[in-house]
């Protein structure tokens, strides 16, 4: 009875050092996510909006990107950065994840783009408007709010994603999880309790996003 | 009214006007003049190319044949002029297009503002002066799915107005109306016609098209089957299809159909 209690004391009093991952954990989401987001949002513009040569690639990286595992794009940027251009273990990551969520990205915002009725920018083209501007003023205020609760599933997968990031050794959640999960000989609690960070964490980021579509939402309209 | 205005100058020439989707001819070539400050509207059976002729003068449609002249100025699809040419020609639709993001207000200033580079300040007073005469200046901070159909179709209105146009296009402005709610667009069309704006107008509301229209267009299958003043078309059409598409309409539309404070 002692015994279990002090090796899951020793677990607990892992929990700062398993918080110090979770900085890096958000670190590599937050950027993935940012670098992403830009990059989905482009293509999926480039996808609807572009001539045949933009339409086609993005078609194609977005097919290519989602039939691949995560780990191969993960192992791919990392070796074929360590052979050519070195890429630091922490920038592997980060890119695997944000050229993995970039290809569901475009699908998401491509959904959400042409969900949008075609009266919108048919009457921004009769008002003169060009097209760049109709894209701008019109189709993406009301497109993005669309996306918000998909892309903010879509976060929440990078989130959980982000643990891939300790096959390259980076101290990141997950990792940290395993040495101490090795160094207490207790991996039952030690996951138990990085599951309920991860828990957290994406709860919050729901909650708030859920907040966040409340207060853009547009008076009047559904969903 | 009808008359009031000096027949001067056409302000729109369509000259041979073609278009085909697919292996279906919409328009089999169409010639239209229409002068300033003339109200034009064009009636005709479902599916016989009103909404594409429209569509094709300000290029929301691309014609495959025939010439567009808006004064001296061709229309034509190089992008250079496009954009230019559309800020003079103002389009109503039948379900209204409202930017559904932005507050009536803001649906009436926005042209303004993107288009001519207008400051924002006095785009939203020119935007107000238009609600106002629209009647909607009260609900000027409700977004579109707050309004009534007749209330977005006014706004509709004022947002087109705002650029200033010189001339203005209405695709069956009033078929997405609940019955009640279409007198209140047809005042305000009045109104803009009796004021003096140019107007092409589809529209099976022979109230309307009987006191504004300078001349009534008879479009059937892709041509200009008849054409002439209301009382020629309604009274004394010189075709037969003519006379049984207006009883026709009359039975489902009323032979005088809401126009406010007419009583006919
Ligand atoms: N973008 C398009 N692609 C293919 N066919 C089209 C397109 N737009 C219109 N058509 C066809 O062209 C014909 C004419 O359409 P149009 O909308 O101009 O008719 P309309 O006279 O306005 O009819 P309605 O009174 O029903 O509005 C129809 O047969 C329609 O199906
Ligand atoms: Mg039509």
């Known amino acids: 009875m002692g015994l279990i209690n002090d ?11 398993l918080l110090e991952g979770v900085g890096i954990t958000l670190e590599i989401t937050v950027i993935a996510l940012v670098l992403g987001t830009i990059a989905g949002l482009f293509l ?34 990392y070796f074929l950065g360590s052979e050519i251009i070195n890429i630091p273990a922490f920038w592997a990551a980060v890119l695997a994840l ?17 969900s949008i009725n075609k009266g919108q920018m048919e009457a921004a083209l009769a008002l003169g408007m060009s097209k760049y501007q109709s894209i701008f003023a019109v189709i993406l205020p009301q497109s993005l ?53 991860y828990l957290i964490m994406t709860y919050a980021f729901t909650k708030s996003m859920a907040k966040v579509e409340s207060k853009v939402r547009i008076p009047g309209l559904e969903r | 009214m009808k008359g009031e205005f000096l027949m001067t100058e056409p302000i729109l020439r369509i000259n041979n006007l ?78 209204f297009n409202l930017f559904n993001h932005l507050t009536a207000l803001q649906n009436v200033a926005i ?29 000027a901070q409700n977004y579109p799915a707050e309004l009534s159909g007749g209330q977005k179709q006014r706004v509709a209105i004022a ?12 695709d069956e402005p009033t078929s997405a109306l609940d019955p009640e709610l279409i007198g ?14 140019t107007m092409v107008v589809v529209s099976h509301e022979m109230g309307f098209a009987r006191e504004a229209a300078d001349r009534i267009v008879f479009l059937e299958d892709g041509v200009i089957a008849e054409m002439g003043s209301p009382e020629k078309i309604f009274n004394n059409p010189e075709k037969e299809r003519t006379r049984e598409f207006i009883s026709k309409i009359a039975r489902l539309h009323g032979s005088d159909s809401e126009m406010p404070g007419t009583g006919s």
């Open chain 1, 7 to 17: 090796k899951a004391f020793d677990v607990l009093r892992s929990i700062p050092y």
């Open chain 1, 44 to 77: 999926a513009l480039c996808r609807v909006y572009g001539g045949s040569f933009l339409h086609n690639f993005a078609v194609v990286y977005s097919r290519i990107i989602r039939s691949l595992p995560l780990l191969v794009i993960v192992f791919m940027l």
């Open chain 1, 98 to 114: 944000a050229m993995h969520t970039s290809a569901y990205q475009i699908e998401i915002f491509r959904g959400a783009i042409q």
């Open chain 1, 145 to 197: 709010r669309r996306a918000i609760p998909y892309w903010a599933n879509e976060a929440t997968i990078v989130l959980k994603d982000s643990a891939m990031a300790y096959v390259l050794g980076i101290t990141e959640l997950m990792r940290r999880s395993e040495y101490v999960s090795a160094r207490t000989a207790q991996p039952m609690l030690t996951y138990i309790v990085s599951g309920l960070i």
């Open chain 2, 18 to 95: 073609h278009k085909k989707f697919k292996d279906t001819e919409v328009l089999k070539g169409v010639t239209l003049t229409v002068n300033e400050g003339e109200v034009v509207v064009i009636i005709g059976p479902s599916g016989t190319g009103k909404s594409t002729l429209l569509r094709c003068i300000n290029r929301l449609t691309e014609p495959d044949a025939g010439e567009i002249y808006l004064g001296e100025h061709k229309i034509e699809s190089a992008k250079s002029n496009l954009t230019k040419v559309r800020q003079r020609i103002g389009m109503v639709f039948q379900d």
């Open chain 2, 111 to 139: 042209g303004p503002i993107k288009v001519k580079k207008m400051n924002k300040k006095d785009a939203l007073e020119l935007a107000m002066r238009e609600l106002e005469r629209v009647g909607m200046a009260d609900k």
């Open chain 2, 159 to 170: 947002r087109a107005l705002a650029m200033d146009p010189e001339i203005m296009l209405f």
């Open chain 2, 184 to 197: 209140e667009v047809l005042e305000v069309m009045k109104k803009l016609a009796d004021a003096g704006m």
